[in-house]
């Protein structure tokens, strides 16, 4: 379970969470709201990008405070924009490269990329430069990279911003099969027509949270109010 114990975030005096406190269960849980409303500010708390101005986040018990290498391992992030997230040269470097940062053996590490690439129809693409694949590619290889961690737990920012329709289809598809306890903030309705659980931020609070067709109602509500 990910705990959130009343956290404050502010930014240089600008307050943007202002006591959020939630108890995240469900295997498939949504964080909507507005432009700057703080979702991605709470996301980066999950895993210990960032370290809330006051408040707790734990995760399995393990605070992402005190423990953030713990809770990385733990916690699994996908950017947004893949560029922030691939830093090796070739696929297969940047498959390996967490892995290595985890000391395992050599041959642990070249066993999980094979089957990795193997898994996903990429072996072909093993040597292939980073910045030269399609943008749905690198999404699927940041994806790829964080999921050969094994992480319990996997955050997706915006996954289906700028990929195409194809592109999207075939992430949704994977993120479907996933079994892993995911959360996603994401402006896609559909991406998250099945999820378990929703939380709207807005104000820096918890709007609406429950089952996500009553919490979309609340946020397009709010979103009509305020013209
Ligand atoms: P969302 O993901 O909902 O769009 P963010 O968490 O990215 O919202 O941002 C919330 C607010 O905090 C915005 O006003 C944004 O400009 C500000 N903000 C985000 N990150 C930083 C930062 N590193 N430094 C200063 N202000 C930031």
Known sequence: MIEIRNVNHSYDGLSVLRGISLELTEKRIAIIGGNGSGKTTLARMLNGLLVPSAGEVLVDGISARTEGAKVRKLVGYVFQNPEHQIVMPTVEEDLAFGLENMNLPKTEIAGRVDAMLAAHELTHKRHAPAHLLSGGEQKLLTLLSVLIMEPKYIIFDEPMNSLD?????????????????????THDFDVIAGYDRAILIGDGLVQADGEPGGVIERYVASVSETG
């Open 165 to 185: 329709l194809a592109a999207q289809r075939r992430l949704k598809a994977l993120m479907n099969e996933l079994s892993q306890t995911f959360i996603t903030i």
